[in-house]
């Protein structure tokens, strides 16, 4: 399985954040914004935990979502659906992917803990299509000090206790 696949599979729900050029320069940005934002400390976003259902998926419910727009400006807001099962506790944490020195990524904001449910699991349509259609867990407004780039949200649960294991 390529990194593409990996990523889109697994129980990362990717947000894209873009601005236009019309608003950083409204905004006052310098020209060398994005070789400035890459020069700051960097950060992983890769998944170190992921459990398929079975081993002919790369699918897993224990944690999954998905957002509700692919592109925003500054200010916009962007409802983020998430399903645990069993209901859970998760965070979500957000990146912004670039250089970073190497590290592919950058820490933008954690949010959470927030409370998860089980949602459910949509009937196959048309063309194997699944259309969730679930209750939005958290809504994220896209802060004025974000630049334009390729956002990526990971999730994960939070266990009850030390013994637990999370995903």
């Not at 990194?3 to 320069?25: E, L, N, Q, W, Y």
């Not at 803990?113 to 194997?128: D, I, S, T």
């Not at 802060?143 to 949200?153: C, E, F, N, T």
């Amino acid at each position: 399985m390529d990194r593409r696949d990996f990523i889109k599979t697994t129980s990362a729900a990717a947000i894209a954040v873009g601005t236009r050029t019309a608003v950083s320069a409204a905004s006052g940005a310098q020209p060398d914004l994005i070789r400035t934002e890459n020069a700051r400390a960097g950060a992983s976003f890769q998944l170190t935990r992921v459990i398929p259902d079975n081993a002919k998926s790369y699918r897993t419910s224990v944690i999954e979502g998905y957002c509700s727009r692919q592109s925003l400006k500054v200010g916009e807001k962007i409802d983020i659906f998430v399903s645990t099962r069993p209901a859970a506790e998760f965070q979500i944490e957000v990146f912004r992917m670039g250089w970073y020195g190497g590290a592919g990524s950058r820490l933008m904001t954690t949010i959470g803990p927030l409370k998860g449910k089980e949602q459910p699991v949509p009937e196959m349509g048309e063309q194997r299509l699944r259309e969730c259609q679930w209750e939005a867990s958290t809504t994220l407004e896209i802060p004025a000090d974000w630049p334009s780039g390729v956002y990526l949200g990971r999730l994960t649960t939070l266990p009850e206790s030390p013994d637990k294991p999370y995903w």
